[in-house]
């Protein structure tokens, strides 16, 4: 079902087409969000996408989850990571799996600058950790402007999803993210050379995201190992301190998103969390045998999770 999903051809004509805009995170680093207004658009809720590793914001299941949304009466914006979707010219740092106050800094953005009075961010597997992670690193403190949080096949385990990548039946997810990532470090390494240079024996290696993230990401973002990232950068850590609506959604059969770590304490004791766990599901794919607009499930039931938490009339 994964790699039906991928390469499932998709149009979306109920979308209108983006604004860019540009959000600065700190300076000297910009990324960049592709938003969809309504005429209105303080008058109604605003939904923030973000994709998982390696995606961007046009990724099929930004643009279907998007397309849902803004029929259903949302602001949508579809926002990249750091250097994704082209944009690695817009800041000389990398992203990964820890950088939760790159997406509160843009709703706190959205807040302060824009005046909207509803925000719901949604993210996708590495993008799922994210805005977990940012919701438990709110605690008690969680604006009031931000109504809820979905989560769909979080990394929350960073560890253990790297740890699945390696097994033989997932040998071409493990190749696809070891090759999109070395390609656009090289990339990265090409724009800022002082900054990013490349041990061409050790990068040579790399045959895993565990070695990515040992040689590239720990080396360069402030981690000893990839063993000390991937335990500062889990959202599994925070998930007790969450205290807004927060739904996440993961399908048991996820080929590198184990399922065990979904059976914490921490989610289930957690009234603020709500966990669907359908036993299939793939990654991020949840292809229905229904066709229209729940054909691709998860994406329907994060908009019908939004649209139960706003209390705006206009989204009606």
């Known amino acids: 079902m994964t790699i039906a999903a991928t390469f499932w051809r998709r149009k979306f004509p109920r979308l209108p087409k983006s604004d860019a805009r540009f959000f600065e995170l700190e300076q000297g680093t910009q990324v960049r969000g592709e938003c969809h207004w309504q005429d209105t658009r303080q008058l109604h809720p605003t939904l923030v996408l973000l994709h998982g590793l390696e995606g961007s914001s046009e990724s099929a299941y930004m643009f279907g989850t998007a397309e849902k949304a803004f029929v259903s009466g949302f602001n949508v914006i579809r926002l990249?990571?750091?250097?994704?979707?082209?944009?690695?010219?817009?800041?000389?740092?990398?992203?990964?799996?820890?950088?939760?106050?790159?997406?509160?800094?843009?709703?706190?953005?959205?807040?302060?600058?824009?005046?909207?009075?509803?925000?719901?961010a949604a993210g996708f597997s590495m993008g799922g950790n994210l805005v977990l992670k940012m919701a438990g690193e709110f605690g008690d403190a969680v604006p009031r402007e931000l109504r809820a949080i979905v989560a769909i096949a979080p990394a929350l385990d960073l560890a253990a999803c790297a740890d699945a990548l390696t097994q033989p039946r997932n040998f071409l997810y493990n190749r696809h993210f070891v090759r999109s990532l070395k390609k656009h470090m090289r990339y990265k390494s090409s724009l800022y050379p002082d900054l990013f240079p490349l041990e061409f024996s050790a990068f040579r290696r790399i045959r895993t995201v565990r070695d990515f993230d040992d040689v590239v990401t720990a080396r360069f973002c402030g981690f000893q190992d990839a063993a000390d990232y991937y335990k500062r950068s889990?959202?599994?850590?925070?998930?007790?301190?969450?205290?807004?609506?927060?739904?996440?959604?993961?399908?048991?059969?996820?080929?590198?998103?184990?399922?065990?770590?979904?059976?914490?304490?921490?989610?289930?004791?957690?009234?603020?969390?709500?966990?669907?766990?359908?036993?299939?599901?793939g990654h991020c794919a949840f292809i229905s045998?229904?066709?229209?607009?729940?054909?691709?499930?998860?994406?329907?039931?994060?908009?019908?999770?939004?649209?139960?938490?706003?209390?705006?009339?206009?989204?009606?």
Request: proline share 7%.
């Open 234 to 281: 889990s959202a599994s850590n925070l998930l007790s301190a969450i205290r807004c609506p927060t739904l996440i959604l993961t399908a048991q059969d996820d080929p590198f998103v184990p399922f065990r770590p979904f059976q914490n304490s921490a989610i289930q004791e957690n009234p603020h969390i709500t966990l669907i766990a359908p036993p299939h599901g």
């Open 80 to 120: 990249n990571q750091r250097n994704c979707g082209g944009t690695e010219k817009l800041t000389p740092t990398l992203y990964h799996s820890g950088l939760s106050g790159d997406i509160r800094s843009v709703l706190r953005e959205l807040i302060k600058d824009d005046g909207l009075l509803e925000i719901f």
């Open 289 to 316: 045998e229904q066709r229209g607009a729940d054909r691709f499930w998860a994406e329907a039931r994060i908009v019908e999770f939004c649209l139960d938490k706003s209390s705006m009339k206009e989204v009606r």
